[in-house]
């Protein structure tokens, strides 16, 4: 019963992110809105975690697989990424590990320089 | 044997859980970065659907009820990050400027790149969205009139490095906090990367979450401002 009630609640707010993206006319998914009114309601006391958490567990470890289907479609995509599937590739790779050195170290600059500010 | 096979609902699920769970035991028991479970499941059932002659709309018909549980997984991202609350609140700044940070050197990185490799218009607003989650990524490149599909392997690949690589990336670049751990591969990787921030440690995993919600809608605000360079 409880299982049922969790998943229920985050299929339910999964619908309202849903109808959200289809009201609202910005390219933001339902998951986005349902990420932001579910961490809202948890925050407010609306929804306790005990309502949530196994299941969200759950899915949450199961989640890699679902990634599965999408990335297999990439035998549909490759004849017409043909072209320039080289600057593909390397654009990827590169822009990737660029946003990695930018997001974390930047970050990391901003926690030391707190830390130390706290210290004095 | 195929049209049998080729009907059937269960088919691409089974196919891709086996091969998923296979590619499980495969990376306990030899522990090396390149039998990541993603990377082998993936190249499994794509040598599985060659070898049988089932193409992807008929694998999808089963498999896409995988796919239709990442929405309710991308919502439950939010306890782990209301886990971290109080973490969240303490170094905000930290976090937002560097999610700002990563989205800022995403356009940058792909306009330099796109102009070394000259690439025409459709082609450089096409990867603009790489970064972010797939479905911000699709709405992005549909507004800008990229190639869809395209958008959303450039996604998957980037993704991919992320789970594959994500850490290992982090540690040669010594980023070592966690919570600049958890921001790098969720603003560089999205969901993808955060599966495996998730498995690092709660804290990265929490901050991944916040990153592929904030980085996705800061990119959508820039996209504007980067669309019209090339």
Redesign the interface.
């Known amino acids: 019963m409880k299982y049922i009630i969790q998943f229920e609640i985050i299929l339910a707010i999964s619908l309202v992110g849903e109808l959200l993206n289809r009201l609202i006319p910005l390219p933001i998914p339902a998951s986005i809105y349902g990420m932001a009114i579910l961490f809202t309601a948890l925050c407010t006391g609306l929804i306790k975690l005990s309502a949530v958490k196994e299941t969200g567990k759950f899915l949450i470890y199961i989640m890699p697989m679902m990634f599965i289907p999408a990335a297999v479609g990439l035998i549909e995509t490759w004849e017409a990424m043909q072209d320039f599937i080289v600057a593909i590739i390397v654009i990827s790779i590169v822009s990737t590990i660029l946003v990695m050195a930018a997001a974390g170290h930047m970050t990391q600059i901003i926690l030391k320089f707190k830390g130390k500010e706290e210290k004095k | 044997m195929k049209e049998l096979l080729q009907d059937s609902m269960f088919f ?1 699920v089974a196919v ?2 086996g ?2 769970l296979l590619a499980t035991a495969i990376k306990k028991r030899w522990n090396f970065f390149l039998f990541n ?2 990377l082998l ?2 190249t499994a ?2 040598a599985a ?2 070898i049988i002659g089932i193409d ?1 709309q008929h ?2 018909n089963g ?2 009820y ?2 239709y ?15 971290q ?1 109080m973490l969240l609140k303490k ?1 905000f ?3 937002i ?3 700002a ?6 356009f940058v ?2 306009f330099a ?2 102009m070394l ?1 000259r ?1 025409g218009h459709t ?1 450089y607003v096409t ?1 603009l969205p ?2 972010i ?4 990524g699709i ?2 490149s ?2 800008l009139q990229g ?1 869809v ?2 958008t ?3 996604i ?8 594959i690589a ?1 850490g290992l ?2 540690r040669i ?5 966690p ?3 958890g ?3 969720g ?3 999205h ?2 990367g955060t ?1 495996k921030a ?1 498995e690092i440690g709660e804290i990265e995993g929490a901050m991944s ?1 916040l ?3 904030v980085a ?2 800061m990119t ?1 605000g820039a996209a504007i401002l980067f669309e019209g360079l090339i």
């Open positions: 691409g891709s859980v091969t998923f479970p993603l499941s993936i059932t794509i659907l060659l992807y694998y999808n498999a896409k995988l796919s549980l990442l929405t309710p997984a991308t919502v439950a991202l939010a306890i782990p990050l209301y886990e609350t170094n700044t930290a976090i400027v560097g999610i940070s990563g989205v800022l050197m995403s990185s792909i790149m796109a490799f690439l082609e990867l790489k970064s989650t797939t479905a911000i709405s992005l549909q507004e190639y599909a395209i959303v392997t450039a998957i690949m980037t993704g991919l490095l992320g789970n994500g990336i982090c670049l010594g980023i070592k906090h919570i600049a751990k921001i790098a591969i603003t560089a990787s969901v993808m599966a998730m979450s990153s592929i919600a996705g809608c959508v």
